[in-house]
T-cell receptor, first 111, second 115 residues
C-alpha cells in the first residue's frame, strides 16, 4: 500500500523566517510527487517532481526530490502571512495510477 | 482520520460513453467534494456533493456533464457523461470530517483515459 508522511503536522513561524516542509513516501513504481497549497477548498498546484536532485523554484518557494531516500522537501524563504496555508504532498504511482496524499502541514505565519 | 475508497481505480473508455465513479467513506463526514486532476495542473474542484439535494457546481462544470449523487453521509457518485478525450484525468473524492473543518482527506483517485 502506498504511503505518504508529511512533517511537521503544524508549524508556526514569524514573517521573514525560512521554513522547510518534509514529505517522505513509499510507493510502488514511483511516477511523480506533487506539492499543493491549500487555503480554501481547492488546493493550488505548486510543483511536480519526477527526477532526483533537480530543484524546482517559483519565487520564494523551491522543492527538491530524493528518489534514493524517498523524500522531498518544500522550502519557503522570507515567509509572509499570505503563506499561511496547509501544504499537501501527494505521490503518484505508475503501477497504481492513483494519487496518495499526505495529511498536510499546516503553516501559520504570524506578523 | 478517514479511510476513503474509490471505484473503479482506473478505466479506459470510448468517446461518447459515460462512467460512474463511486466514493465510499468509513466515517460520517460533513462535506464531500469531487475534484479533477489533469496532468501538470492544479486540482480543480468540480462540485460539492450535498446529501439529499443537488450538488453545488463550480464555474465551468454543469450537472448534465457531471451528475453527482449523495444518498447518505458516507457515499457519493460522480458520473462523467458523454466523454471525450479532454475528460481524461484523475478524478478524486475528498471529505471533511466533523470538527476538522480545515482538513480534507483525499481518496486514491480514479484514473480515466478516454480514447
Amino acid at each position: 500500500e502506498d504511503k505518504v508522511v508529511q512533517s511537521p503536522l503544524s508549524l508556526v513561524v514569524h514573517e521573514g523566517d525560512t521554513v522547510t516542509l518534509n514529505c517522505s513516501y513509499e510507493v510502488t513504481n514511483f511516477r511523480s510527487l506533487l506539492w499543493y497549497k491549500q487555503e480554501k477548498k481547492a488546493p493550488t498546484f505548486l510543483f511536480m517532481l519526477t527526477s532526483s536532485g533537480i530543484e524546482k523554484k517559483s519565487g520564494r518557494l523551491s522543492s527538491i526530490l530524493d528518489k534514493k531516500e524517498l523524500f522531498s522537501i518544500l522550502n519557503i524563504t522570507a515567509t509572509q502571512t499570505g503563506d499561511s496555508a496547509i501544504y499537501l504532498c501527494a505521490v503518484e504511482g505508475a503501477g497504481s495510477y492513483q494519487l496518495t496524499f499526505g495529511k498536510g502541514t499546516k503553516l501559520s505565519v504570524i506578523p | 482520520s478517514a479511510v476513503i475508497s474509490q471505484k473503479p481505480s482506473r478505466d479506459i473508455c470510448q468517446r461518447g460513453t459515460s462512467l460512474t465513479i463511486q466514493c465510499q467513506v468509513d466515517s460520517q463526514v460533513t462535506m464531500m467534494f469531487w475534484y479533477r486532476q489533469q496532468p501538470g495542473q492544479s486540482l480543480t474542484l468540480i462540485a460539492t456533493a450535498n446529501q439529499g439535494s443537488e450538488a453545488t457546481y463550480e464555474s465551468g462544470f454543469v450537472i448534465d456533464k457531471f451528475p453527482i449523487s449523495r444518498p447518505n453521509l458516507t457515499f457519493s457518485t460522480l458520473t462523467v457523461s458523454n466523454m471525450s478525450p479532454e475528460d481524461s484525468s484523475i478524478y478524486l473524492c475528498s471529505v471533511e470530517l466533523a470538527g476538522q473543518k480545515e482538513t480534507q482527506y483525499f481518496g486514491p483517485g480514479t484514473r480515466l483515459l478516454v480514447l
